[in-house]
């Protein structure tokens, strides 16, 4: 899974990021669902159920660890 987007005034930077890295993932032959952070996702972590999240998020929420840590509670690994 690759997080992306969200609401800092960072978003279209983070966009294009989350886009080059599930790009990469998938010429690698991985499987890759792109996320667009929004409120929901800590129901969509555990519908989705990932084997590792990159988080590909600029600004508030992607830098200052507040994602990092609900994949953290979801006991979710994580790229870092």
Known sequence: MVLMGGRSSEREISLKTG???AN?????G??????DLD?????KLLEIKPDK????LHGRYGEDGT?????????LPFFE
């Open 19 to 21: 886009k080059a890295v």
């Open 67 to 75: 994602v990092q840590g609900i994949v953290n509670y979801k006991r």
């Open 39 to 43: 409120k929901e996702l800590p129901c």
């Open 30 to 35: 991985h499987e890759v669902y792109e996320l």
């Open 53 to 56: 999240v990159f988080i590909a």
């Open 24 to 28: 990469a993932l998938k010429e690698l």
